[in-house]
């Protein structure tokens, strides 16, 4: 009796506290609809736009057809997109166009994320609830500070991509990149976490795995890189999560993808090479500049707060996961025909989209840091955060005009 009545009562102080989001919540959605909705129209119906979208579409409905040998095996190994779009075909009665269901998706990721950092961010700021909103809706949106557009004409190339709206995996891997996150902070955070926690990270790494390879090859090194730090200070850590929710299952899934991927007969003979700048520079030049630019917002959050921010675990890992897909983008590429595709990327672009949430909410938790932050150091993060969402909004009108994505 004593245990129903603390349920009850746990479950009503929950319902207590989250009762006035309800509304933000509400708001969110729509603008996270009003926000998505004309973009991805645009850039999924529109036979003169170039993105990525039809032909993941086509691979979609070669996969339902059972025509699997007309699908690139490359695509194979990371089906995850595809299997979503003929999950949700299935789940309309096979009533509903591809084109339809796949902006039906990035809105729904859109909304997803946008809750996600919602919660993540926690209460803080004298419950301004409204703040922590516009903190999480302009996340998804801010873009590397494109000066060098006035020079080269480039919005997206030489940068690290942010809002990435051409590609529908980068954005379906958003959302379960930062779930996928909060399970490897508890890695540092708890000795020892429960089944569920771990059988949810096994669910996570496998689902990211399938969707794009990238945020296991940075965030595996990160966090081998961290249990070496906690090793050396004799800190504990949650062996169990860290073995089995997390190497276990994701050296296993890399493994069977780099089968696929480069060993497989029919793949293209294509293989990982060691390659400085050699993608990086046929896209763009001013490449330092950009990747500085890329990253205002978050390197002045670690230069306000150095001695804080070494020890923090959550900025510790993103920084370092960051940095992880930050070598693989600028020192490796692929050989043969996929050269110019760029695809180590994006694990830089996901790292760093972790990066710039968790620098925010390291900012949002800590008030803005008023007892550390002046108030000069305080406007001039602020200033830097405005010229990223600035920058993206200008992005977001540009892919509203043009018709590439450079």
Known sequence: MRKNSVFFKRSSDFLKEYKQDWWLILAMTLASILITVPIYVHRIYSSSVISDFPEHIQYAKLIFSQHYQLVPILNLAHPAYQLLLIAVYLLAFQKVGMFAIAVLIQVVVQIFTVLIIYFWFGRGQQNRNWLRAIWAISLTLVAPVMVFAFWDKLFYLGYIGLSTYHNPTIRLLQPVALLG????????????????????????????????P?????????????????????????WRLLLVGFFVPGILILLVQLWINYILPGNGNGSIVFSPLGVMSGYSGFLLPKFFLSILFPLAVLIFNFRRVVRDNTLMLAWVGFFAGVLQMYLLAES????????????????????????????????LAPEKLSKREKTVVLIIYAAHFLAGIAYYVSLMILAGFS
């Open 336 to 367: 043969g025909n996929r050269f110019g595709n760029g695809n180590f990327i994006w694990g830089a672009q996901i790292m760093l989209f972790i990066l710039f949430v968790a620098s925010a909410r390291f900012l949002w938790r800590e008030k």
């Open 181 to 212: 996150f909060f399970c490897a902070m508890r890695i540092f955070t708890l000795k020892s976490n429960s089944w569920k926690v771990v059988l949810s990270s096994i669910f996570l790494v496998v689902f990211s795995a399938l969707i794009k």
């Open 214 to 238: 990238n945020l296991l090859l940075c965030i595996l090194p990160a966090i081998g890189l961290m249990v070496v730090i906690y090793l050396f200070r004799r800190k504990p850590i949650d």
